[in-house]
C-alpha cells in the first residue's frame, strides 16, 4: 500500500418495504377490480388450474386491465428457478413495465412463486395475493416471504416482498378438496396457538362448524389467523426475532415433509406433527400445562386423520441440520409456555426432536 | 356480499437497504482481510477465469474462511438464471447459512450476476464486490443494481442489493486487455460530466497519464466517478429520480449495444456513442455550449476508436421502445446543461434518437 486508500460511505437508505392491505370476508373477489393495486391500472394474472373458479372472478373483475394471462404449473416440484423464467417471458413479451402488477390467484405454491417473480421481474414490480387455499388465506399469502425451492431445501431461493393487497374470501375455498382444506387449518390454529388464547379457545368450540364449511366460523378463525401473522410480520418484517414464532411446528415439520419427499405429507400435515412434538417438548422445557396440551392434541385429532410420517431419525436428522434458520448459534425451537403464549428457546437438541418424533401420536 | 368485510392494514416497514463502504486505492486488495464483511467471517467466491489475479489475492486474504469457490462464465450471453442456478446449487451443497457472504471479483457481469445470487439466496445474503475493470470499477459494483438478462433485454430480471464493501483498486485492472480498459472509462468520465465539473476538467487534461494507466491519475479518475455515483444513489437508492441521471448516454447506447447483438459493441463503447448523440441532443434542447460539447467529444475521440455500431433506425425503434425506465409517461432523455449538471427531459420523441444516431461521428 503506497498512500491511505480514499473511503466513500454510501449511508445505510431507510427504504420502505411497501404496506400490505389484507381484506376479509365472503364476496370480497366480488371487489376485487376496485381492491387490487396496480400503480399503471394493468395487471399480469398468474394461477394454476385448479384455481380457475377464483381466477374467473379475477378475470372478470379486471378485464381490460390483464395484460397478460399466465397459467402456472403448481406442484410442489415445479416450484423453481424455470417457473420464474416461464412468468418472465410472458409478462415481458406482454410488455410488462415497473408501474404495473402481478395478480397471483391459487395456493401457497402460486404466492410463493409469482410474489417472487414480482420481486425480481424489472427488479420489483407490485403484485397482490388471492390465496384460494386455508393455507394461503391463513399464512403463506401473508407477510411477503416469497420463493421457491432447491434440491437442498424449500424456499431456499427467493425475496421478501410484500404484496400490496390480500383478498381473503372463504368463499374462494369451496372446491378445495378435503384433505388440502384440514391440512390449511392446521396453519389458522397455529397462529391462535402461539398468539390469540381467544381464538384459540373460540376456535376450539366451533371446531364442527369450521369442518363444515360454514363461513361465519371459518371467516373468524381466517381473520383471526390473518390478524395473528400480520401483527407479528409487522414487528418483524425480515424474520430477525418475533417472527420465528410463526415456525412453531415448522422445525421438525420440514425435516418430517422432506423425509416423504414432499409426496407423502402436505405442508400442513407435517406442521400438525411438527406440532405434536413442539407441544411434547413444551411441556417438559416450557411449563405448558397438561390440559392446555390436551387441548391442542384434541383440534389435532379432529384436523386429521393424517397420513403417517417416516420418523426414521437416520432420515429426518439431515434435514433438521438443514432448518434455514440456522446460524452459528445452532437450531432453535418455538414452543409453548401457555396456549397463545409462544417463546424461542435456542439450542433445543436436535436428538430431542428426534426422540419427540419416535413417539408422537395424533390417537 | 353480505356484510362489511374485515381490513388489517399490515404497515410500510422502515427496513434499511445496508449501507456501503467503497475503498478506493492501489494495494487495497492486499487489506481484503480486514475490508470485506461477513457477518459469520465465512465467504462464497465468485469469480471468471479473467479475474484470476485478483481472485487469487482474495484467496489468499480469506483463506480458512472460503466455504466455496466458484467459477463463472462471464460472458453476457451466460447471464441468466442458469448462471444464479449454478450459483446457488453450490453454495447451498457448501452450507451456505443467513450469515455467511458473497464476494464477487471480476467486471461488471460478475458484481451483476454474484450480487443477484446474493440477493435471492436464503432470501438474501450480504455480499462485497471487488471490481476487476474500469468500468466496474466506475459504474457496476456500485450501487446495489443486480440482476441477469432476458431476451426481451438486458437486466430485465434482479434485485436492488446493495453490496457491504466495494474494493476498488486500480492495480486489478493490471491485466485488463486495451479495448476494456478504455471501454470502462466512458462510465468513470460520464460520472464527470453528469454531475462533476472539476473532475471532468482535471481528468482531461490528465488524458494521456489516464491512458497509460499512471497509477495516481487512474485512481483520481476512479475515485471522483465512485463518490458522484455514490452521492446519486445515496439520494435515489430505488431510481425513482435523480439516479436517472447515471443514464446519460445510455438510451441511445442500450440499444445500440442491442442491435449490435452484445457482440459488436462493448457496453462502454455503446455508453460512448450515446454520449455522443446526447450531446447533440443537449445542444439544442439544453443549452449545452458548443466549446463544451466539443470538450466531450475530444476526450470520447481519445478514449476511442470505438467499432461502428448498427445505425439503421428500422433496427435501433424496437429497443428504444423497450428502455426498461420507460412508463405510462413515455421515454425520459438525460441531457447536459452544461458538463458536470445534467438534468431528465422527459418526452425527447424516439425519432429524435434516431435522427442523432445517424448523422453521430467520433472522428
Given at each position: 500500500?503506497?498512500?491511505?486508500p480514499?473511503?466513500?460511505?454510501?449511508?445505510?437508505?431507510?427504504?420502505p418495504?411497501?404496506?400490505?392491505?389484507?381484506?376479509?370476508g365472503?364476496?370480497?373477489?366480488?371487489?376485487?377490480?376496485?381492491?387490487?393495486?396496480?400503480p399503471?391500472?394493468?395487471?399480469?394474472?398468474?394461477?394454476?388450474?385448479?384455481?380457475?373458479?377464483?381466477?374467473?372472478r379475477?378475470?372478470?373483475a379486471?378485464?381490460?386491465?390483464?395484460?397478460a394471462?399466465?397459467?402456472?404449473?403448481?406442484r410442489?416440484?415445479?416450484?423453481?428457478?424455470a417457473?420464474?423464467?416461464?412468468?418472465?417471458?410472458?409478462?415481458?413479451?406482454?410488455?410488462?413495465?415497473?408501474?404495473?402488477?402481478?395478480?397471483?390467484v391459487?395456493?401457497?405454491?402460486?404466492?410463493?412463486?409469482?410474489?417472487?417473480?414480482a420481486a425480481?421481474?424489472?427488479?420489483?414490480?407490485a403484485w397482490?395475493?388471492v390465496?384460494?387455499?386455508?393455507g394461503a388465506m391463513?399464512?403463506?399469502?401473508?407477510?411477503?416471504?416469497?420463493?421457491?425451492?432447491?434440491?437442498a431445501?424449500?424456499?431456499?431461493?427467493g425475496?421478501?416482498?410484500p404484496p400490496r393487497?390480500?383478498?381473503?374470501?372463504?368463499?374462494?375455498a369451496?372446491?378445495l378438496?378435503?384433505?388440502?382444506f384440514?391440512?390449511?387449518?392446521?396453519?389458522?390454529?397455529?397462529?391462535?396457538?402461539?398468539a390469540?388464547a381467544?381464538?384459540?379457545?373460540a376456535?376450539?368450540s366451533?371446531i364442527?362448524?369450521?369442518?363444515?364449511?360454514?363461513?361465519?366460523?371459518?371467516?373468524?378463525?381466517?381473520?383471526?389467523a390473518?390478524?395473528?401473522k400480520?401483527?407479528?410480520?409487522?414487528s418483524?418484517?425480515?424474520?430477525?426475532?418475533?417472527?420465528?414464532l410463526?415456525?412453531?411446528?415448522h422445525?421438525?415439520?420440514?425435516a418430517?415433509?422432506?423425509?416423504?419427499?414432499?409426496?407423502?405429507?402436505?405442508?400442513?400435515e407435517?406442521?400438525a406433527?411438527?406440532?405434536?412434538?413442539?407441544?411434547?417438548?413444551?411441556?417438559?422445557?416450557?411449563g405448558?400445562?397438561?390440559?392446555?396440551?390436551?387441548s391442542?392434541?384434541e383440534?389435532?385429532?379432529?384436523?386429521g386423520?393424517?397420513?403417517e410420517?417416516?420418523?426414521?431419525?437416520?432420515?429426518?436428522?439431515?434435514?433438521?441440520?438443514?432448518?434455514?434458520?440456522?446460524?452459528?448459534?445452532?437450531?432453535?425451537?418455538?414452543l409453548?409456555?401457555?396456549?397463545?403464549r409462544?417463546?424461542?428457546?435456542e439450542?433445543?437438541?436436535?436428538?430431542e426432536?428426534?426422540?419427540?418424533?419416535?413417539?408422537?401420536?395424533l390417537?
Amino acid at each position: 500500500m503506497n498512500e491511505e486508500p480514499e473511503s466513500i460511505l454510501l449511508p445505510a437508505e431507510a427504504e420502505p418495504l411497501p404496506s400490505t392491505q389484507i381484506w376479509i370476508g365472503p364476496g370480497v373477489l366480488e371487489r376485487a377490480d376496485r381492491l387490487l393495486r396496480s400503480p399503471s391500472g394493468r395487471f399480469v394474472l398468474v394461477s394454476p388450474p385448479g384455481a380457475r373458479a377464483a381466477a374467473d372472478r379475477v378475470r372478470r373483475a379486471l378485464a381490460g386491465g390483464l395484460i397478460a394471462d399466465i397459467a402456472l404449473d403448481d406442484r410442489e416440484a415445479s416450484k423453481n428457478l424455470a417457473a420464474i423464467e416461464a412468468i418472465a417471458d410472458r409478462a415481458l413479451e406482454a410488455g410488462l413495465r415497473r408501474d404495473d402488477a402481478v395478480v397471483a390467484v391459487g395456493g401457497g405454491v402460486t404466492s410463493d412463486v409469482a410474489g417472487f417473480a414480482a420481486a425480481v421481474l424489472l427488479r420489483g414490480v407490485a403484485w397482490n395475493a388471492v390465496p384460494t387455499t386455508t393455507g394461503a388465506m391463513a399464512d403463506a399469502a401473508i407477510g411477503g416471504k416469497t420463493g421457491v425451492d432447491h434440491r437442498a431445501g424449500k424456499n431456499l431461493i427467493g425475496a421478501f416482498h410484500p404484496p400490496r393487497t390480500v383478498l381473503i374470501d372463504p368463499r374462494a375455498a369451496e372446491g378445495l378438496p378435503e384433505r388440502d382444506f384440514r391440512a390449511g387449518l392446521v396453519e389458522a390454529f397455529k397462529a391462535a396457538w402461539i398468539a390469540d388464547a381467544g381464538l384459540a379457545a373460540a376456535s376450539r368450540s366451533a371446531i364442527d362448524r369450521i369442518l363444515a364449511r360454514e363461513e361465519r366460523a371459518l371467516t373468524s378463525l381466517l381473520a383471526g389467523a390473518a390478524r395473528v401473522k400480520a401483527d407479528i410480520v409487522a414487528s418483524d418484517p425480515r424474520e430477525s426475532g418475533l417472527r420465528r414464532l410463526l415456525n412453531f411446528g415448522h422445525t421438525l415439520g420440514h425435516a418430517l415433509e422432506a423425509a416423504g419427499g414432499y409426496e407423502r405429507l402436505r405442508h400442513g400435515e407435517a406442521v400438525a406433527w411438527g406440532i405434536c412434538a413442539a407441544v411434547e417438548i413444551s411441556r417438559r422445557r416450557a411449563g405448558l400445562s397438561a390440559s392446555e396440551s390436551a387441548s391442542i392434541r384434541e383440534v389435532l385429532v379432529r384436523l386429521g386423520p393424517f397420513p403417517e410420517p417416516d420418523r426414521d431419525p437416520g432420515r429426518l436428522a439431515p434435514f433438521l441440520a438443514r432448518d434455514k434458520k440456522a446460524t452459528a448459534a445452532g437450531l432453535a425451537a418455538v414452543l409453548l409456555e401457555a396456549v397463545g403464549r409462544a417463546r424461542v428457546h435456542e439450542g433445543v437438541p436436535a436428538t430431542e426432536w428426534l426422540d419427540a418424533a419416535a413417539i408422537m401420536s395424533l390417537k
